[in-house]
């Protein structure tokens, strides 16, 4: 009675298994990058190779960028050099407090007004140099953080987490603008790429959940989301897209295999 029972079980599950319905697929990187550099120069080290893993934010190449260092130097120094500041104010307090003396005398009309108001331009004078010195300053600062932000383009940085699957170029080659330097495939997700026949497209929606099942020697079930229907039909074989995420965190899928999906009724 035991053989049997387990007879009738997996019976029913092949019957199952077989009433689901499968389609073929393609499994693809959700995002292949080539990244370049927004400047021209010379690569002066390229900090990763084929395979390597990279996080969002780390370094892929570095131009050669030592007028941009110098700048920067220069002008760091001049942002932080306050001598002119302090001199101008040291000018205004001392023409304050002769203006102030100046208008004094006036009142005992101990000095002639010629004399006062030549005090007092002098003082405003001075002021108006403070606040230039000020605005030096300020305009300073400001260049630090152009020259900054010219140094960083010479930096390559991967936006993505990934893997780098082509280095183009390396130390001592000289790269243009539109120049790809490596390119990085972001694989987690993967998005499972699937053309349906018409008829299933009321019954399948974003969000909802299809299974998986990677081609040999990869195997296996995986679940995945529905992200894109796609609204417009291919006339010519009466099929429509639909892409899935594959949620892919430790990288164990690879990109690039064939796959078949089923949807759950």
């Known amino acids: 009675m035991r053989l049997i029972s387990l007879s009738i079980l997996f019976a029913l599950g092949a019957q199952t298994a077989s009433a689901q319905q499968s389609y073929d697929c393609v499994i ?23 395979g390597d893993r990279v996080k969002a934010g780390d370094m892929v190449a570095q131009l050669e960028s030592e007028a941009e260092k110098a ?9 932080e ?5 302090e001199i101008a104010q040291s000018r205004v307090e001392l023409l304050k407090a002769a203006s102030g003396r ?4 006036g009142k005992r009309k101990i000095m002639p007004e010629a004399q006062i108001e030549q005090v007092q331009t002098e003082y405003q004078v001075a002021q108006l140099e403070l606040r230039r010195a ?19 383009r010479r930096a390559i940085r991967s936006p993505i987490d990934g893997i780098v699957t082509t280095r183009m170029m390396g130390p001592g080659e000289y790269v243009y603008s539109q120049t790809p330097v490596a ?7 993967l998005y499972v790429e699937v053309f349906l026949p018409t008829t299933l497209y009321p019954d399948l929606a974003v969000d909802q959940k299809g299974s998986v099942f990677p081609a040999e020697p990869i195997g296996g079930e995986y679940s995945a989301t529905i992200v894109v229907v796609d609204s417009v039909f291919d006339a010519a074989s009466d099929t429509f897209g639909v892409r899935l995420a594959l949620p892919n965190p430790e990288g164990k899928l690879p990109a690039g295999i064939d796959c078949r999906v089923a949807f759950s009724n």
């Open 81 to 85: 050099d306050m001598g002119p500041i």
């Open 183 to 189: 390119e990085v495939a972001q694989v987690d997700p």
């Open 28 to 50: 693809y990187p959700s995002q292949v990058l080539q990244l370049g550099s927004a400047s021209d120069g010379i690569i002066e080290e390229m900090f990763v190779s084929r």
């Open 102 to 105: 100046a208008t004094e005398m």
């Open 71 to 79: 700048s920067l130097t220069y002008a760091t120094e001049r942002a």
């Open 134 to 152: 000020e605005v030096d300053q300020r305009l300073a600062k400001l260049d630090v953080e152009r020259v900054e932000a010219q140094l960083r």
